[in-house]
């Protein structure tokens, strides 16, 4: 089992570990780790905000770093759900729980990454093999790969903003990605595509040229298709009363990204025997 979790989720446990430990508990966590862990990271003299610099430091450079209990990065972030007070009221009666500031980024993180948790445990709220940061990792690949920065710009925003939890934000930015990355998409494919305005008029070039499946519903000139239906669901029109904004907008980063991916692996691949 490789790493379960997005770097931007490992880096908040970080911060949520730093918030609770003192000095002692810092040295005894390295300790925990292993004598190289602790030999490179020791540094007694310094801050606890700054030993845990060092450690996002050597969990970037050592990715996949073997420890007691696993991979570094996901026994972090499993340690850190552990410090996390549970939202639900103790009593019926009680009022709701907040939660610290430090807690809400990883809370956030954790459900891009497609993570709930529920009682003091992390329960997957996709199935296991979707894979989300993994997913996220190689749409970076192929963004950067073809060139679409504009759309890589639009995702790092989105993602940016759903971490700290400003959802119609975060909307917005999965709506302008997936657009780009279809514009950019009917760009190179069909050079034409070029002189025609966003959205619908390029994407019907995208079909017309069989990247998009008319038989696979995937695209309907008539507004029927499966991408033409979830253009619509991001962009409703009107009021929604009774939606929960992290969870709807975790639902639109999820469809977004698997779509997305699907795509990219497609435009990847198209052309070539």
């Keep these: 089992m490789g790493v379960l979790f997005s770097r931007r989720t490992v880096l908040a446990a970080i911060d949520v570990l730093e918030s609770v430990s003192s000095q002692a508990e810092t040295s005894a966590l390295f ?3 292993g004598p190289d862990i602790y030999r490179h990271l020791r540094s007694d003299g310094f801050s606890v905000k700054k030993r845990m610099n060092d450690l996002k430091a050597f969990v970037d450079a050592n990715p996949e770093q ?27 009666w009680s009022e709701p729980v907040t939660l610290h500031p430090v807690y809400v980024p990883l809370k956030h993180a954790l459900a891009q990454d497609d993570y709930a948790v529920v009682a003091g445990k992390l329960r997957r709220t996709l199935p296991e093999d979707i894979g989300m940061p993994q997913v996220q990792s190689e749409m970076t690949v192929l963004l ?16 940016d903003a ?21 514009d950019e998409m009917s ?6 595509a070029a002189g025609l305005a966003s959205g619908q008029p390029r994407r019907t070039k995208l079909a017309a ?9 995937e695209w309907d000139n008539d ?16 009021s929604h009363p009774g939606l929960s904004e992290p969870d709807d907008s975790t639902f639109r980063l999820h469809v977004v990204l698997l779509t997305a991916a699907l795509l990219l692996r497609r435009f990847d691949a198209w052309g070539k025997p």
Excluded: C
């Design 223 to 238: 507004g029927r298709g499966f991408l033409n239906g979830l253009f619509k669901r991001l962009a409703p029109a009107g």
């Design 144 to 159: 950067d790969r073809h060139g679409f920065t504009t759309a890589q710009g639009h995702l790092d925003q989105a993602l």
């Design 66 to 92: 073997p420890v007691d209990g696993g991979l570094l990065e996901n026994v972090l972030v499993e340690l850190a759900v552990q410090h996390m007070p549970s939202e639900e009221p103790e009593y019926p």
């Design 31 to 33: 300790i925990e780790f």
């Design 209 to 217: 040229a069989g990247f998009l499946s008319i038989p696979l519903n």
């Design 162 to 182: 759903h971490a700290r939890g400003q959802w119609a934000s975060a909307n917005g930015q999965l709506r302008n990605f997936l657009d780009s990355v279809l």
């Design 187 to 192: 760009e190179k494919i069909d050079p034409s």
